[in-house]
């Protein structure tokens, strides 16, 4: 038996384990152990899908190889030679789509995410340029059928926005969203340029995997508070009263600013979603370092600083420099199709982790 069909059975036999679980009234009395067992039931029932359909793959070549050897009646013999001719190429098909689906998934990849795009060099040009990489998300997320809430706002003074923090619920998010996290690079003519030249702005993206309280313990005494009146660009949406809210983690002198709501229960309720998960970022990317370091990984390397893309509107191009994709569909993914990037990704990634030998 290979080694890729006990892997197969053995996780059929889990599936069917947890198929018992999942109905057994003290499971379904404990919502935490219950929730954790419905996922992995969902996730595994995937693969026992195609485990099954794999099965009867193997069976199929298994009993045309019989019929040529043992049968005397060539059009049996025949008809068992071309069964076998489509058989086999469908066995390797499938034999390379099941290593990918045994591929560990990281445990952050199922958890919702905080995303942080801010503004660097380049001036009211980068600050415009964050607002058009927040609509390009924004589209792509609405696509789909993901849920999004502005946590921060700090406008630009000349458009778009010098800061803007917002959390993603749906499916699989982080898994998704990851590789978006570093410095994206605009070269084009500024509005603001009257003589034409194309000017290079940069702009950092932060995925946060949204932290849960189980994940990542704060303790009160570490944190102080401090509460102040929430202000707009040019006025506008100041609020009267202290409702905006700081918060800093005293040990890692982490600060954290939520002033988008009117309410300084639901501020703090935010910004405390957002130290949380900034702090278990921290643990990811030392994971991911580690990790990187071990397969030499090209897609994530846990280094945020690191320049990831460069949107280049002059000659329409868009560039991913972690795995040299260049595409020229500009406006395209600026208009939200980001499928095509996250796909390539996505595969590199898992290229890197079956020649890793993680199988």
């Not at 359909?53 to 068992?80: G, H, Q």
């Not at 991913?320 to 499928?339: E, F, K, S």
Request: with cysteine; glycine share 8%.
């Amino acid at each position: 038996m290979s080694s890729l069909l006990k892997k197969l059975e053995g996780i059929n036999i889990r599936y069917d384990q947890v198929s018992e679980q999942i109905v057994d009234p003290e499971v379904i009395s404990d919502m935490d152990r219950y929730v954790k067992l419905n996922k992995e039931y969902k996730e595994l029932g995937e693969i026992v899908e195609v485990y099954k359909k794999y099965r009867d793959v193997l069976d199929n070549i298994e009993s045309s190889k019989e019929i040529i050897a043992n049968e005397t009646d060539k059009e049996f013999v025949d008809m068992a030679k071309m069964e076998l001719d489509e058989l086999l190429p469908q066995k390797e098909q499938m034999d390379e789509e099941i290593k990918v689906m045994l591929i560990p998934k990281d445990e952050e990849d199922s958890k919702n995410v905080i995303i942080e795009i801010r503004a660097g060099t380049g001036g009211d040009e980068a600050s415009i340029f964050v607002g058009d990489l927040f609509k390009m998300y924004q589209r792509y997320l609405e696509k789909k059928g993901w849920k999004i809430d502005i946590m921060t706002v700090n406008e630009g003074t000349a458009g778009g926005f010098k800061e803007i923090g917002f959390s993603v619920e749906g499916e699989n998010v982080y898994g998704v969203l990851k590789f978006e996290s570093g410095v994206h690079r605009v070269q084009r003519v500024p509005q603001t340029e009257s003589q034409g030249r194309v000017h290079t702005s940069a702009v950092t993206v932060a995925v946060l995997p949204e932290a849960e309280e189980v994940d990542i313990e704060i303790r009160k005494d570490d944190i102080r508070k401090d509460t102040f009146r929430s202000s707009g660009a040019g006025g506008q949406h100041v609020n009267k009263t202290e409702s905006a809210v700081r918060l800093t983690h005293i040990p890692t002198n982490t600060v954290v600013e939520c002033q988008d709501g009117r309410s300084q229960i639901k501020n703090y309720d935010k910004a405390m979603k957002v130290l949380r998960s900034r702090l278990y970022e921290a643990e990811v990317i030392k994971k991911e370092q580690e990790r990187a370091k071990e397969r030499k990984s090209q897609v994530s390397t846990g280094d945020r600083s690191a320049k990831i893309r460069t949107y280049n509107y002059p000659q329409g191009r868009v560039t991913d420099h972690r795995i040299g994709l260049t595409l020229y569909n500009l406006d395209g993914i600026i208009g939200g199709d980001l499928d095509e990037v996250v796909d390539s990704l996505k595969i590199a990634e898992n290229a890197e982790k079956l020649q890793a030998g993680i199988e």
